[in-house]
């Protein structure tokens, strides 16, 4: 089966995405729906949904996680999604550096990692050249703007992510205050 015929091309409007444990993706949507409507993405274990305010959603689950401890057994990780795009494989690579421009001055003065992890295209985009592409892209933009990089694979303040979900993709940053205010908020 391929991508293509595997599941329906996701929307463009979601700004989170949710992986569940094995086994546990309709018990964990029919939890969340007080808090959001997650989709299925068409790929096992992913879910997309839209959150109002993406940190108080989190915030949110940390709650309801207090109150049904038993969804922290269902839940795999939520990554924020600042923006999502149509992808094409051919041009992934410059797709992702479009993308994340407009976030490279957030990461002015901080350590950061590129992550990018994919579901479909399977032969047509590589992560680990996508991710080092990306990630030499960036450096050389905060350099040429007179900003030091800060390339740090352990514990970086930022994390960029980009979420390849079939035809759609997003992106994203990932903080370390995220990260220990949210320990379902992973990367890595």
């Known amino acids: 089966m391929t991508d293509a015929q595997?599941?329906?091309v996701?929307?463009?409007?979601?700004?989170?995405?949710?992986?569940?444990?094995?086994?546990?993706q309709r018990r964990l949507r029919q939890t969340f729906r007080p808090l959001i409507r997650l989709r299925n993405s068409g790929f096992r274990n992913v879910l997309i949904g839209r959150a109002g305010a993406v940190e108080d959603f989190l915030t949110a689950v940390w709650e309801h996680g207090e109150r049904r401890p038993s969804m922290r057994r269902w839940l795999g990780r939520i990554l924020p999604i600042e923006r999502t795009f149509l992808v094409d494989p051919?041009?992934?690579?410059?797709?992702?550096q479009a993308?994340?421009?407009p976030l490279v001055d957030r990461l002015s003065g901080h350590s950061y990692h590129v992550r990018v992890e994919r579901r479909g295209h399977k032969?047509?985009?590589n992560t680990r050249t996508s991710e080092r592409a990306l990630g030499e892209h960036i450096f050389a933009v905060l350099e040429s703007r007179g900003q030091p990089p800060a390339v740090v694979f352990h514990e970086p303040d930022v994390v960029i992510v980009i979420e390849v979900v079939g035809d759609v993709a997003g992106v994203g940053l990932v903080t370390r205050?995220?990260?220990?205010?949210?320990p379902f908020v992973r990367v890595d």
Do not use: H, K, M, Y
Not at 90 to 96: D, N, R, V
């Open 6 to 8: 595997r599941a329906p």
């Open 10 to 24: 996701p929307l463009l409007d979601w700004n989170v995405l949710v992986t569940s444990r094995e086994r546990a």
């Open 90 to 96: 051919a041009g992934f690579e410059a797709q992702i």
């Open 99 to 101: 993308e994340t421009d």
């Open 123 to 125: 032969g047509l985009i």
């Open 177 to 182: 205050r995220l990260r220990e205010q949210c």
